[in-house]
């Protein structure tokens, strides 16, 4: 470079004088340099380019013609020569120093670029003495805490890069002629390149001006040793926290809970009565149940019964991340909780007539893949819960450790994907408790041969076993087979399909249930006979939605035998062994129905038919022949029509209902008519009419959580009209929740005559009105307030008159309930609460004054529903109370004081008896 620029100057130099026609006005004084000797070879060439003022020589007088030129240097001087020749005082004619020109400059350019990106490197990597001894302090405190450490970049790397570093600049193309155009264009790069320059003079000079700070590379080489004895020492703490992660892991946990510690028993008169009634809808529902009842309304509470059976105390460990070591077999969780309680399982960690506490299994869990395909597995010592089909092994209710119908078993479930069709595996086996799977009832035996007392009945038990597949065929849904047997009573498969295919769907089931007798012995060759003998459960439904119309059909044979429960809510023993009904059609019945809805704009448009024949199963326990008795048929069809506007429907609708072929008023529902796609008005009667109703909870509800009905129904066969218009809202003011309810419904009787069958000469009169009306009102928590209180007040009041008087008369039901309280939700201590509420409720000519019915539990704010808790009879009562309760955390301590008037008697004094009962519960969990 540096030659290269000497040649071009002194052929610019000399071309140009050459070139130059006439001499300027007036020459420049040449300067003397001192170091310039006589004689020497390059003395003419020097001194010209002095005289052209292109060379100026150094500020003391010399030309230093050893030291090398700098590119600084042959900037300026090209940078000389280029104004005289923009300004004319030198013309430049000759190609050849054209030529060097362009050379030099596309030379000198790409010089000036490298050498600024160096420079800006320079200045963006440079790292000064302050720099490095931050950094080396933050390396000694990565070093120190054995933390993860950054890489440290190479510093010195990066200025020795500064040196290597070129972008090659544009190049200067073209042909230079003679022309003005093409010099101008030379000039205008010249005073770029002149700025250039002197930025990059300022720029070196503030780098080499800070060049004393800049460390050196012993000491990078020094910091990056530390560096990576950091580095190794963060890759082996991450390494074992890996290691740590991946092992297995066990913890031990534990809880301590009691559900009802204490009792609620008469401390005053002779009447049991229920207290339900005043709690539900309150912070204390449940709270004074019978604990073998629950929050049923129908079921007296203050027999003295104690709470305590419930307590319970339990722990656990716990495992994760185990694995075999070729890992065929990986655990993600599992789990093995132990209890404390009696020999039979029950609770008496509180109860000390209970027996000696003993520790035993309750449950064992566990959870990962085998092979790659996901199981589980799951141990229950009193309420193993499973599920096969809704008519096959559906014991998927925990009915609880003390329960007479509850199993000790194992449940396993595999996604076996490397068997044909990839299906899912679920196998039991166990032994059951009671008479609903087992087949047999609870036997009682006398104490000794001379006692008349016997002993408390004893439930049977069996074993058990089951296994099903189910495999998704195509991607179309679910279809599983079952096999279960108990031992000494039955033998069943099974079969379950829920598969949909475009706008189609198919849904069903079919169970087979024999006694296990020789006679239904398949692997005796009597396979014909376990057909002929078996208890039938079958049913499909065909549903489709096209858009503007949806539709269904159905048909299903249930034997009775399939039952769970008996008229009186007991569970029996059913063909399906199973303790929970999910059943969606009642056994006892072959029938079949079909449905139409519409969802044409405005049009509301249903229909539905059903037919059904009620069937009852008996079969001979020694050859297990079946007879099946018929009890009648029963057929229903009906339409509705109308216009919808969103969730607005206002319909007319026609209802046809026979049994035996004679019209009633209404029929038992067996077959879900109307397959929830008509939606026909009173379903299953005998009727005509008109409603007009509005969903609040539909996504185009008009007015959200607005419910509204007003109709207008004729019951035809034995003349009878209804008019009943209710409706609840729920909605939020100023932070108060306000759930106001009406209800209105009046029974016209058309036909006054004896109903009776037969008949008692009693001329009975249907008709009645009821007017029912009320409101719940709850604030949120007042957080603004001292101990942020919230509050809660409901009443609701129910008058029901024979014939069509409104007002209140003797022979009138009337029903009064009413509901405060508070609650103070920071109560001296945080997570500490304290409630307080008082309760009152009467009823007059109710079915009975110390109970409700046996299914009014949800009824008291129900618009839906005529009465609060009773039915119209001949007694009346009254039962009020006050309870408390105070919290901390998860310990809950209650207290009630109740008491129970009956209106209907007269003390010798005047009064009315009264009886009073007090309760105290305690309820904890303590986990740990």
């Known amino acids: 470079m540096k030659k290269s620029l000497l040649v071009l100057t002194a052929a610019l130099s000399f071309g140009a004088a050459a070139a130059q026609t006439t001499a300027p006005a007036t020459a420049p004084q040449v300067s003397t340099l001192t170091d310039v000797p006589a004689g020497h070879w390059a003395k003419d060439a020097i001194d010209r380019l002095v005289s052209q003022g292109i060379i100026l020589g150094y500020p003391d007088g010399t030309y230093r013609g050893t030291q090398n030129l700098t590119r600084y240097e042959a900037a300026v001087i090209i940078a000389r020569l280029l104004d005289q020749v923009r300004t004319g005082t030198v013309t430049i004619d000759n190609t050849e120093t054209l030529t060097a020109l362009q050379n030099a400059i596309q030379e000198l350019a790409a010089d000036l670029t490298a050498l600024g990106v160096r420079v800006s490197d320079l200045e963006e990597n440079a790292v000064n003495r302050d720099d ?40 200067l193309r073209g042909d230079i002629d003679d022309n003005a155009s093409q010099i101008t264009a030379l000039n205008e790069l010249t005073v770029l390149l002149n700025q250039d320059i002197l930025d990059l003079q300022d720029r070196v000079s503030a780098v080499e001006t800070a060049q004393a700070d800049f460390v050196t590379r012993s000491d990078f080489d020094n910091l990056a040793g530390r560096v990576t004895a950091v580095d190794e020492r963060v890759t082996g703490v991450a390494n074992r926290v890996t290691t740590l992660e991946n092992a297995p892991r066990f913890s031990v946990v534990g809880a301590l809970n009691s559900l009802g510690y204490g009792s609620l028993g008469l401390v005053s008169g002779t009447d049991n009565f229920d207290v339900d009634r005043l709690t539900n809808s309150t912070f204390a529902a449940g709270i004074f149940s019978n604990i073998s009842y629950g929050s049923d309304v129908s079921i007296e509470d203050t027999n003295g019964a104690a709470f305590s059976a419930l307590g319970s105390l339990s722990f656990g460990v716990r495992a994760s991340n185990l694995a075999t070591t070729n890992g065929s077999i990986i655990v993600n969780n599992a789990a093995i909780n132990f209890r404390i309680g009696n020999a039979t399982g029950g609770n008496n960690v509180f109860n000390v007539n209970g027996g000696a506490p003993l520790v035993s299994i309750n449950d064992i869990t566990a959870d990962g893949t085998i092979g790659g395909q996901k199981f589980s597995a799951r141990y229950a010592a009193y309420d193993s819960t499973f599920k096969f089909s809704d008519y096959l092994l559906n014991n998927s209710t925990a009915l609880g450790v003390s329960s007479a119908n509850t199993r000790r078993g194992v449940v396993v479930t595999l996604q076996a994907d490397t068997l044909p069709l990839k299906p899912s595996l679920t196998v039991v086996a166990g032994n059951a408790r009671g008479v609903a799977v087992t087949g047999n009832p609870a036997s009682t035996t006398p104490a000794a041969p001379s006692a008349t007392t016997p002993v408390p009945a004893t439930p049977p038990t069996a074993n058990y076993y089951g296994v099903r597949a189910a495999v998704n065929p195509a991607g179309l849904g679910t279809v599983g087979v079952s096999f279960a047997q108990v031992d000494n009573n039955r033998t069943a498969f099974g079969t379950d399909y829920n598969l949909k295919a475009g706008p189609v769907t198919i849904k069903g089931e079919g169970v087979l249930s024999g006694r296990n007798i020789v006679a239904n012995n398949i692997l005796a060759g009597n396979a014909q006979g376990y057909i002929q003998n078996s208890d039938k459960a079958f049913y499909t439904d065909l549903t489709g939605d096209l858009g503007i119309v949806k539709f269904g059909a159905n048909y299903r044979t249930i034997d009775s035998t399939y039952a769970v429960f008996d008229a009186d809510g007991n569970r029996i023993a059913n063909a399906g062994l199973s303790t929970t009904d999910s059943m969606p059609y009642t056994p006892g019945q072959t029938g079949f129905g079909a449905a139409l809805g519409t969802n044409v704009g405005p049009v509301a448009l249903g229909a539905y038919a059903d037919r059904y024949t009620r ?37 007319g609708f026609y209802n046809n209902t026979t049994l035996n072929g004679n019209a009633v008023r209404e029929a038992d529902d067996l077959g879900n008519a109307g397959m929830g796609i008509a939606n026909v008005p009173r379903d299953m009667t005998s009727t005509f009419g008109a409603q007009l109703s509005h969903n609040g909870a539909a996504d185009n509800a008009l007015v959200r959580n607005l419910n509204f009905t007003v109709g207008d129904a004729y019951y035809y066969s034995d003349p009878l009209n209804e008019f009943y218009a209710y409706a609840d809202y729920s909605t939020t003011v100023a932070g108060i929740t306000l759930q106001p309810l009406v209800r209105y419904q009046l029974k016209t009787d058309r036909l006054i005559n ?15 009105n009821t007017i029912k009306y009320g409101i719940k009102l709850s604030t949120a928590t007042l957080t603004g307030l001292p101990l942020q209180p919230s509050l809660y007040a409901n009443v609701v009041n129910r008058i029901t008159n024979g014939g069509t008087a409104f007002g209140v008369s003797d022979t009138a039901t009337t029903e009064l309930l009413g509901q405060v309280g508070v609650s103070l939700n920071q109560f001296l201590a945080p997570n500490a609460t304290a409630k307080v509420g008082y309760s009152y409720y009467q009823g007059f000519n109710v079915a009975s004054a110390t109970v409700g019915n046996a299914d009014a539990g949800a009824d008291a704010f129900n618009a839906g529903a005529n009465r609060i808790y009773n039915e119209r009879g001949n007694q009346s009562g009254k039962v009020d109370g006050v309870f408390a309760q105070i919290g901390y955390n998860s310990l809950t301590a209650n207290y009630g004081l109740f008491r129970y008037t009956d209106l209907d008697r007269v003390n010798t004094d005047g009064t009315n008896p009264t009886s009073v009962a007090q309760g105290f519960r305690v309820n904890y969990t303590f986990r740990f």
């Open 132 to 171: 490095f001894t931050r950094l080396e302090a933050r390396v000694e405190e990565l070093a120190a805490a054995n933390g993860d450490a950054a890489a440290i970049a190479a510093i010195q790397t990066q200025i020795e890069e500064l040196t290597a570093r070129a972008d090659e600049y544009d190049t």
């Open 615 to 651: 069937t009852t199963t008996a079969t001979n326990a020694t050859t297990g022949a079946r007879t099946v008795t018929e009890t009648g048929t029963v057929q229903g069809f009906g339409v509705k029509a109308g216009a919808k506007l969103g969730a607005l429907e206002l319909v």
């Open 754 to 768: 004896d109903r009776s069958d037969p008949a008692d000469g009693i001329v009975d009169d249907e008709t009645e």
